[in-house]
């Protein structure tokens, strides 16, 4: 896998970035005191190495009458269906994350709905109908206290090894197997 060195100048465009991710290159150049055309070879080979991995608008859930976010913590009784569940999970609207955990449970989701009647709904008669989902515990978040990206700046010099994000679901099956052992 090929490595990618994230120099001072990298950083600078990362945390302008971060940002305002709509910031024109020529802005971002003047203020790294290096041309344009630097600015765009380098943010090119930033997503190339998969450093950067998109960018996104952001709408408020609020904004569309989502006005309930809750955090689903989700048990299998089977690790190895793992990557089932998780197709499973991917397929409900209202599951904006889904993260592999380690603890008590084996998933975190995170998800908007309407109200709580809406909550209920779907908790009832979407995710604990899944197979293999043996149980779930959900919290309401009643205010979301800090929402930001990765910070960049502080950071001294670093490499990043693309790759290896993505797990199998039997890899995955062996860590839910380990985690439940603990």
Not at 38 to 61: N, Y
Request: net charge positive; with cysteine; charged share 25%.
């Amino acid at each position: 896998m090929a490595s990618y060195q994230i120099d001072q100048v990298d950083r600078k465009i990362l945390s302008l970035l971060v940002k305002n991710a709509r910031m024109p290159f020529l802005e971002i150049a003047r203020e790294c005191g290096v041309s344009g055309a630097a600015i765009h070879q380098r943010v090119r080979r930033l997503e190339t190495a998969g450093v950067i991995t998109g960018s996104r608008l952001l709408v408020k859930p609020q904004a569309l009458g989502l006005n309930i976010c809750a955090f689903v913590s989700i048990s299998l009784s089977e690790a190895n269906k793992y990557a089932e569940v998780v197709a499973s999970l991917k397929q409900i609207p209202e599951v904006v994350e889904c993260h592999f955990v380690t603890g008590k449970y084996t998933l975190l989701v995170k998800m908007y709905c309407f109200d709580n009647d809406h909550l209920m709904e779907v908790l009832l008669n979407t995710i604990q109908k899944i197979p293999f989902i043996q149980a779930t515990d959900t919290m309401i978040a009643l205010d979301e206290a800090v929402n930001r990206q990765v910070w960049v700046k502080d950071f001294k010099s670093t490499s990043f090894t693309a790759g290896g994000k993505e797990e199998t679901g039997e890899k995955a099956a062996k860590r839910v197997k380990r985690q439940k052992k603990d």
